[in-house]
């Protein structure tokens, strides 16, 4: 009932930035949490930041905590990750992912049911 569409990534170098962005179709995620997860090479999905319905609750995996930027914009049924200070290791896949439940904002992948397709970010000198 949610539909995710991932765009921003590419190929950065190390110390660059990228501001990936998530756009909601056919209903508005404006009630939902929001998370952004990722998936590098040969490692399994790992949570990376989440925000919720109002965006008073922001949470982020520690190695990205103070590079990493979680925004919305509920009116525009959009929702951003600025990442900044890029490092090798952020190589990955990065999923936008819509909340189960309005009063929740979690960071665990059972807390999210709608996922988008990916984009690739890549970050290599």
């Known amino acids: 009932q949610v539909q995710l569409l991932e765009s921003g990534g590419g190929l950065v170098q190390p110390g660059g930035s990228l501001r990936l962005s998530c756009t909601a179709s056919?209903?508005?995620?404006?009630?939902?949490?929001m998370g952004w997860f990722r998936q590098a090479p040969g490692k399994e999905r790992e949570f990376v930041a989440a925000?919720?319905?109002?965006?008073?609750?922001?949470y982020y995996t520690d190695s990205v905590k103070g590079r990493f930027t979680v925004s919305r914009d509920n009116a525009k049924n959009m929702v951003y990750l600025q990442m900044n200070s890029l490092k090798p290791e952020d190589t990955a896949v990065y999923y936008c992912?819509?909340?189960?439940?309005?009063?929740?904002?979690?960071?665990?992948?059972?807390?999210?049911?709608?996922w988008g397709q990916g984009t690739q970010v890549t970050v290599s000198s």
């Open positions: 992912a819509a909340g189960r439940t309005m009063d929740y904002t979690g960071q665990s992948q059972t807390d999210f049911s709608s």
């Open positions: 056919g209903r508005s995620f404006s009630n939902y949490p």
């Open positions: 925000i919720s319905w109002h965006s008073v609750r922001i």
